[in-house]
């Protein structure tokens, strides 16, 4: 009996092994253009998967889910299938996809990864070659609480910087939400064109971010009329009748209520579980635009 009931329970045991890895920096090409770059990878079992983001907090941020393939012990990853993007391209094709390899065991046990990386347009054609320099976010987690805890232990550091430690801690906390940032909210702001390529049927809504105060926004859904919302935490949902097709959600700040500027939180889910598709912070003023474009 104690036999059976281990046979049963073992691969439940080995499919319940779940690891996730996310790792920050620098890609910089063969002709030496750097932006940022990070990759967020998980575990279970034998199967890895992820995505990457490139230029995070930039004019081209793009969220790019990554194919993955098991040689021996060697990983292959491979940007597959683009998720949104901020950059203006006429299409998804225009893009240069990120591939590269490593061994598993280095991948999940190192942190730091200085890796190779070829390019290539959807066609398969090569489009650019480069190097990938990043670093776990938890080694740079770790790093920041170790100076964060000596300099809050230090008698004399305190005695005698307690100003400039206030403005130092500042500056170390502004760096560690911008390396380690939440990387499931995308940040909306002025200008901003925000392109999604979703296969699945979805429904948007828009709510308030934090604190209500009465801001107010302007949207109009492609040939649509304009509807002025005032946002507050119940969520109002978006009019759009075919998902299937190109829609574009243009959105213009009209009042920036009691605490500018206008935030709020608008949310893809998959139509009909509910499931969130993906998490976007508005941050715009008064007069500003932004725009949001699904399946372009």
Not at 142 to 170: H, P, T, W
């Amino acid at each position: 009996m104690q036999k059976l009931f281990f046979l049963i329970l073992a691969p439940l045991l080995s499919f319940g092994q779940f690891e996730s890895i996310s790792f920050t920096g620098i890609i910089q090409t063969a002709d030496s253009v750097v932006f940022p770059y990070e990759i967020h990878l998980s575990r279970i079992g034998g199967t890895v998967s992820g995505y990457s983001i490139s230029d995070k907090g930039g004019a081209a941020e793009t969220k790019s889910i990554l194919e993955t393939r098991k040689v021996n012990n060697q990983l292959y990853f491979k940007e597959k299938e683009i998720v949104y993007t901020k950059a203006e391209y006429s299409t998804f094709d225009d893009f240069c996809l990120v591939s590269f390899n490593v061994d598993e065991n280095q991948l999940f046990e190192s942190n730091k990864l200085n890796i190779d990386f070829s390019g290539f347009f959807t066609d398969k054609e090569p489009c650019v070659d480069g190097r990938l320099n990043l670093v776990s976010t938890t080694f740079i987690e770790k790093k920041v609480l170790k100076v964060e805890r000596k300099m809050d232990n230090s008698s004399i550091v305190n005695k005698y910087f307690g100003d400039s430690l206030k403005l130092i801690k500042a500056k170390i906390t502004e760096l560690k939400n911008k390396l380690v940032a939440n990387h499931h909210e995308i940040n909306l702001k002025a200008n901003n064109i925000l392109s999604f390529n979703l296969n699945d049927p979805y429904e948007v809504f828009i709510k308030d971010y934090n604190i209500q105060d009465g801001d107010i926004i302007q949207v109009k859904i492609n040939d649509g009329s304009e509807k002025t919302i005032v946002i507050d935490e119940t969520p109002i949902y978006f009019e759009i009748e075919d998902t299937q097709k190109t829609n574009t959600i243009e959105i213009v700040g009209i009042n920036e209520g009691t605490i500018p500027p206008i935030t709020s939180q608008i949310i893809i889910l998959k139509k009909g579980d509910e499931k969130i598709i993906q998490k976007i912070k508005l941050d715009i003023k008064s007069r500003e635009k932004s725009t949001i474009i699904i399946n372009l």
